[in-house]
T-cell receptor, first 114, second 108 residues
């Protein structure tokens, strides 16, 4: 158990819909990263938050948004869903405060868009 | 933009042989280079990492080497075992951009 909690574990929805994925980082970790992993694909970096502020952005679509709340949990919002958005979405937290450090991944949220 | 290339995409070895996976990165400002192992259906987990002030790091059967001038780093697994079978990812930089992964299969 990494200490990172993601909900829901599985989600099935239709094209055009909107979903919210939730992540609770490890206790004390200020950094949260979001990654997308499509079938047999690598880990695509979406976005990173540090202590409530956006720190870095990757190839995140405009239809996707995220935020980190004062209690440090984070949410990834996916809207106007398309078939190609079906993937495993990982959240990871890190205790690193300055330089990059070890990521602790959650179990992922598997999104299926029909 | 920042890019991390990883080779090979698949690697099959006999138990007891060595396995080497290589990565190159584009961002010369990168200072942190971790390797993650992802078993089937599970989350990625860190197996070893290296910072740019070090050229090599070892942890039992696993080692990582870094060549900052050439902007490449490698994972070496010696005396491979069937339980080493997994997908291995390299990553680089503060954003932790990941490579595309290497599926390692170790045959008994």
């Amino acid at each position: 158990d990494s200490g990172v909690t993601q909900t829901p574990k599985h989600l099935i929805t239709a094209t055009g819909q909107r979903v919210t994925l939730r992540c609770s980082p490890r206790s004390g970790d200020l950094s949260v990263y979001w990654y997308q992993q499509s079938l047999d694909q690598g880990l695509q970096f979406l976005i990173q938050y540090y202590n409530g502020e956006e720190r870095a952005k990757g190839n995140i679509l405009e239809r996707f948004s995220a935020q980190q709340f004062p209690d440090l949990h984070s949410e990834l919002n996916l809207s106007s869903l398309e078939l190609g958005d079906s993937a495993l979405y990982f959240c990871a937290s890190s205790p690193a405060t300055g330089l990059a450090g070890e990521l602790f991944f959650g179990e992922g949220s598997r999104l299926t868009v029909l | 933009g920042e890019n991390v290339e990883q080779h090979p995409s698949t690697l099959s070895v006999q138990e007891g042989d060595s396995a080497v996976i290589k990565c190159t990165y584009s961002d010369s400002a990168s200072n942190y280079f971790p390797w993650y192992k992802q078993e089937l259906g599970k989350r990625p987990q860190l197996i070893i990492d290296i910072r740019s002030n070090v050229g090599e790091k070892k942890d039992q059967r696993i080692a990582v080497t870094l060549n900052k001038t050439a902007k490449h780093f490698s994972l070496h697994i010696t005396e491979t075992q069937p339980e080493d079978s997994a997908v291995y990812f390299c990553a680089a930089g503060d954003k932790l951009i990941f490579g595309t992964g290497t599926r390692l299969q170790v045959f008994p």
